[in-house]
């Protein structure tokens, strides 16, 4: 790049509290490197109370999107002025892009998991049966890609039952259109037999805590995602794999809903497969 080029790349940043340990600075480097976009990009500490202010005052000073992490996406969802179909069935936006027409807003995160159980795991999601652990943000924002992928059946379970079922209706018109079934409840609803995918979209493994789940949903041929990720495996993919199952963490969900921002931003899709091998290093090395 040259210099004159330097001087003209468009800003982008990552927004959060905290927001030190994030990984999208990386990310985002290796995507304009990869892409020769002219980008950079940026980390942007929000005080708890000051989150439109510091997005009003990034734009303003010419930058041109936003990540948005925790705790903002559903500030974010109502700072927008146009919402993606998947980031109105989120409820939570995690891409802003500014432009002529104002703020619009995005949600990645479901599209980052269908592409990382699809293409990176080989898992195709087309008549499979899935199992879906939680009912909470993650979990909503993942249910309307999901869905598109034409999967058998999707279960959603979550401790709190009634929490499962406002998501089932949520999602009921959404799941006829695409030909899926849709059902859950709380932890019995769990089917006492092998599912092709489970994703645990709980937080327990932050707490090392596993969610409560038929042991039997588990099997030789099952997928056993993990949102979350770490140096070591989760203690959910640990108890996966005790039972027979393949287990994988969240890290290629991480890099692939950054390459679909990027996209979202710049209208150029760029491969995450090396990003997330040089990550998948750097994470070995710590262990």
């Avoid at 027979?244 to 809903?257: I, T």
Wanted: charged letters at 20%.
């Amino acid at each position: 790049m040259s210099a004159d080029q330097a001087k003209h790349r468009d800003r982008y940043a990552v927004i959060g509290n905290p927001i030190a340990h994030s990984k999208s600075p990386s990310i985002h480097a290796q995507f304009a490197a990869e892409t020769g976009e002219p980008v950079e990009y940026e980390r942007l500490l929000a005080p708890l109370d000051g989150f439109v202010e510091h997005v009003q005052a990034f734009r303003a000073a010419g930058g041109r999107g936003l990540n948005v992490t925790v705790p903002f996406k559903l500030e974010a969802h109502a700072l927008a002025h146009r919402l993606s179909p998947r980031a109105a069935a989120a409820g939570a936006v995690n891409t802003l892009r500014f432009d002529e027409d104002g703020i619009f807003g995005d949600n990645t995160d479901g599209f980052g998991l269908v592409r990382d159980i699809e293409v990176n795991l080989g898992v195709p999601l087309k008549g499979k049966r899935v199992l879906l652990l939680g009912a909470g943000g993650a979990a909503r924002g993942v249910v309307l890609p999901m869905l598109e992928r034409h999967p058998l059946e999707i279960t959603i379970v979550n401790r709190t039952a009634q929490k499962a079922h406002a998501l089932i209706e949520q999602f009921e018109g959404a799941a006829r259109e695409f030909g899926c079934a849709i059902n859950g409840g709380g932890p019995e609803a769990v089917d006492p037999k092998p599912y092709d995918v489970i994703v645990n979209a709980t937080a327990g493994s932050l707490d090392a805590a596993l969610p409560e789940c038929d042991a039997r949903a588990f099997g030789a041929g099952t997928l056993a995602y993990d949102m979350m990720y770490g140096a070591e495996p989760t203690v959910f993919m640990r108890h996966a794999e005790s039972l027979g199952a393949r287990a994988s963490d969240g890290l290629g969900m991480l890099v692939e809903q950054a390459a679909e921002s990027f996209f979202v931003w710049r209208g150029v899709r760029p491969d995450g497969a090396p990003v997330l091998a040089g990550l998948r290093a750097q994470l070995a090395a710590q262990v």
